[in-house]
């Protein structure tokens, strides 16, 4: 996720460019940059680091004009380098463009372009102003008049993947394009001039009325006037409408906190994930990080999955896939007990970090006591160029985009995401069918609509809070693949609700936590359909002889669960391996309502920090 932020009109662009990325730095901060046309020519200035930096950077340059663009980064390919802080030029400097999103078939597109365009940057992003300058350049070829928005419209009838983009050229300086697939963009409408950005946050301050650009449109935009085109390039009417958001309630799109739009934001953000990383044909992943040949990989009879908190329920789950799919045994170390436990790894052990910030002090401190010891390293990490992604030998990033809010949630999702198709990965070098990575796949991409099914639900799982609020203990049960979601859903209560709860393998019950069963004494049961339904419905039975409160998460369709509780909160069936990316999310919701109810700090919730940088 970046931040965009354009401007055409009569002021000065660069003090409203400026500002607009500051308001938008929510959205990334690892890099950023402007670009602003006058006389012909397209002045750029970018910065790696905050706003702050490109700041100070400005007082070096004279950037003046009224017609501009600018970029805020959240690196998803390329590290981290002014070089790849947008805004991109195609060749002749003429042509610069900004975007959010991911090109998947960049490095395709850049071939059948050949040795014509010159690149400069590692990212997906630099293709799209080649491909939109070459579109550009055959109109001049052909003796048409050259149209910004048909060279935008054509290049991008090649392209695969997602994007909010706006495009702006030296020649036509009364002129800015924008498009957008999958990536959102907003354009807002003031006197004699328009604001384009990725959310209203950065015009908020200028203009209440906008028009909300979707999937599949293209806009011509000049100082005094807006028309939208589909890709066909038909012309479509657009509504203006008026925001009635503060500046606050837009960055959170208009959602009460980040949590509560990060859990929203899983759909999307898992998709990110899995795009244009698995191959339905052939069944199986092609996550390209890993640096490792296929006999390496065949040569790998051990992986350990190290981690903290959050990721390191995400771990227990992707254990799970490497046993079941790749066949190979598989550890998950909480990383404080691995670094000072002398753990056994050799030249056949991989090991993968798996993090969310990418700089957890205890998983950097394992990691580098497992590459000492001679494993294979890797990551999983959601921040590029994160201490964790540069000190190890390749891994995957996760895409889920800054996440803010203390909980982790939608890294939680997209880690197990990946894992899973790392764990397809191997196992298609080792047993795996195709026919299996197939079924796997195909489920794994119906994931996003399912997850937009819970979310749905929202207002019945705030019911179930509100109900269960006061309660000062809980108990969280699962079993197999769910009693890591059951320990997933236990820490987000604990960490945002501040209420003691604990969570246990269903199984364990009558050695120990039955004697604490009670009418005062909740349990959150995971009873959906996998291969273990049986077990924990007799579980959950033996809870209701025992008169505690029961909160059931069950597959949709299962009205046997009514059967146990009035409160079953039902999620769409999956492939059992792929079911905690379901059944999480009542959870994550589950904790957030009664930490909202119960008046908690639920973005920074007490004693807690994002990211964890000291033992
Ligand atoms: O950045 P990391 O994924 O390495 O962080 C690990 C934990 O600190 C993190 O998951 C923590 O438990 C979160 N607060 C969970 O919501």
Redesign the pocket.
Known sequence: MCGIIAYIGNKQALPILVKGLRRLEYRGYDSAGVAIAQDGKINRVRSVGRIDNLDEKLKDHTVEGTVGIAHTRWATHGGVTEENAHPHFGCDGKLVLVHNGIIENYRELKTNLGDTHEFKTQTDTEILAHLIEFHYEQQKIHNETPDVRLAVEHALAHVRGTYGLVVMHADHPDLLVAARLGSPLVVGIGEGEHYIASDATPMLAYTKKVIFLEDGEVAEISRDNMETYNLKDEAIEKHVEEIEWNETQAQKQGFDHFMLKEIFDQPTVFEDAIRGRYNLLEGTANLGGLNMSDDEMRSVNRVILI??????YAAMVGKYAFERLAGIPTEVDVASEFRYRDPIVDEHTLVFG???????AD?LAALREAKRKGAFVRGIV?VVGSTIARETDGGTYIHAGPELA????K?YTNMVAIMVLYALQFGRLKRVSPATGQRLLKALREIPAKMHEILEQKDLIKEMALKYKDYKDFLFLGRGINFPVALEGS??LK?ISYIHSEAYPAGEMKHGVNALLASDFPVLAIMTKDQLYDKMRSNVEEIKARKAPILLIATKGDEGAKELTDDVLYVPDTMELLEPLLNTIPLQLFAYYIAVELGRDVDRPRN?A???TVE
């Open positions: 981690a903290c908190g959050t990721a390191s798996v993090s969310q910030s990418g700089e957890t998983t959601n203390v909980a982790s949630t890294a820490h987000k960490e807690l994002k990211s964890v």
